[in-house]
C-alpha cells in the first residue's frame, strides 16, 4: 500500500489544510526543532544498532521493564517485524482496517483471512501465544472505532491460544479506557503496536515500538535488523518523552468538534458520517465518488482529504477525515459544500 496511504501532500501543490492524515497539526515543535538542530552532528556516526537508551526512556514512561519495549521505525516497521516473526502463521485481520498488517501478512506469506468481528475468531488449539493472529486496530484506521476494555479482554481470555496483535496507534485520540501496555505485558498472547508519529505528530521521523511480555519481546528482538532508528530518531524519541507536556492533545475539543463536522455534513443529505470515538471521521457519499471530491478539493481549494476506496470492504463512495481546529474545519465543510452543489 505504499502509495495508498493518506497524506500524500507530496502530490500535491499549495495545499494550505491537510485532514488527510489522523495526527494532529497544532502542535509547537520549536522545542523539538532546537534540540534536534544541537544533536544534528551525531549524523556523522552510527547510531545505537539497538536503540537501547529510547528503550529504557520508553519503559519508564510505561511502568515497564526495558526488555518488554522495542523501538521500531514507526509503527510500520514493527508490523513487518511482527509479520516476519510469525511467517507462514494463519493471520485474521478485523476488517476495514489499515491494510499494511495484510500487506506485511502476505510478504511474509501468512494465509490472511478477513474477519468482521471478534465473535467471528475461530477457536483453536495449541501453545499460547504461537498462533493464528489476530490483528486490530484500536482505536481503528479508519472507522475512529473502539472495541472496549471489556470486550477486548473477553475475547483474549476466550482465545489464549490466539496472537493478538493489538495496533494502538490512536490510543491518544480517545476518551474511551483501553488496555493498558502493562496490562498486555502480563498477558502471554498480546502483542501491542504503538506510534510516537501520532502521538506526537512527528511523522516524518518514523518513531514507532513494540510492548510484550518477555518472551514474545525477545522472539522479536532476535530477528529486527539493527540501525534501524537512526540517531536523530532516538534522540527525537527521548526528547519528546521527556517533554510531553508540551504535547497534550486538546482532546475533548477535538471530539467535540467530530461531532459537529459530523452533524454538519449530514445536513447535506449527501454525506453519511459514520459513528467514531475518536477525532478520524469516515464519511460515505450518497453519490459520486471520493476521488472526485478529493481531487476538487486539492486543486480547487487546497484542501486535502483522504480518500478511503481502498480500505478492504469499503468501496469508491468513501473517504476520511481528522478534524482540526473550527476553523480548518469550517473551510473543510465549506468547501464540501460547495462541491455538491
Known amino acids: 500500500m505504499i502509495n495508498g496511504h493518506g497524506d500524500d501532500i507530496h502530490a500535491y501543490t499549495d495545499i494550505r489544510l491537510n485532514f ?15 534540540h534536534l538542530a544541537e544533536v544534528l552532528p551525531s549524523v556523522a556516526n552510527y547510531p545505537e544498532p539497538s536503540p537501547e537508551r529510547l528503550e529504557a526512556a520508553l519503559a519508564a514512561d510505561l511502568s515497564l521493564s526495558p526488555s518488554e519495549v522495542i ?16 511467517r507462514r502463521s494463519t493471520s485474521y485481520i478485523l476488517q476495514p482496517t489499515f491494510s499494511e498488517y495484510a500487506d506485511a501478512c502476505r510478504t511474509h506469506e501468512h494465509r490472511v483471512k478477513a474477519i468482521y468481528s471478534l465473535k467471528d475468531i475461530p477457536a483453536s488449539d495449541g501453545p499460547s501465544g504461537v498462533g493464528p493472529l489476530l490483528w486490530l486496530c484500536n482505536p481503528n484506521n ?3 472505532t473502539v472495541v472496549p476494555e471489556s470486550e477486548m479482554r473477553h475475547f483474549t481470555e476466550i482465545h489464549p491460544h490466539t496472537l493478538f496483535v493489538i495496533d494502538a496507534s490512536y490510543a491518544p485520540f480517545t476518551q474511551h479506557p483501553l488496555i493498558s501496555p502493562k496490562e498486555a505485558a502480563a498477558l502471554p498472547n498480546i502483542i501491542m503496536l504503538h506510534s510516537m508519529t501520532k502521538e506526537f505528530a512527528v511523522p516524518g521521523l518514523r518513531l514507532g515500538y513494540i510492548t510484550a511480555n518477555q518472551t514474545l519481546s525477545e522472539l522479536l528482538r532476535r530477528q529486527r535488523m539493527p540501525w534501524t532508528v537512526g540517531s536523530i530518531s532516538q534522540a527525537a524519541g527521548i526528547y519528546l518523552l521527556r517533554h510531553k507536556t508540551d504535547y497534550v492533545l486538546p482532546l475533548a475539543d477535538l471530539l ?5 463536522v459530523a452533524a454538519e455534513l449530514s445536513k447535506t443529505g449527501v454525506i453519511e458520517p459514520w ?4 477525532h478520524i471521521l469516515l464519511c460515505r457519499l450518497r453519490i459520486g465518488r471520493a476521488s472526485a471530491l478529493k481531487e476538487w478539493l486539492a486543486t480547487e481549494r487546497g484542501i486535502l482529504i483522504r480518500d478511503a476506496s481502498n480500505f478492504e470492504g469499503l468501496d469508491a463512495s468513501f473517504f476520511r477525515i481528522a478534524v482540526q481546529t473550527p ?8 468547501a464540501i459544500q460547495e462541491w455538491i452543489r
Open 142 to 144: 479508519p472507522t475512529g
Open 327 to 334: 476553523e480548518e474545519n469550517n473551510a473543510l465543510i465549506a
Open 256 to 260: 467535540h468538534e467530530r461531532e459537529r
Open 20 to 34: 488527510s492524515s489522523n495526527i494532529y497539526s497544532h502542535f509547537c515543535h520549536d522545542g523539538l526543532y532546537a
Open 71 to 86: 523501538a521500531t521505525a514507526g509503527a510500520t516497521e514493527a508490523i513487518y517485524l511482527v509479520a516476519q516473526v510469525f
Open 275 to 278: 459513528p467514531s470515538d475518536t
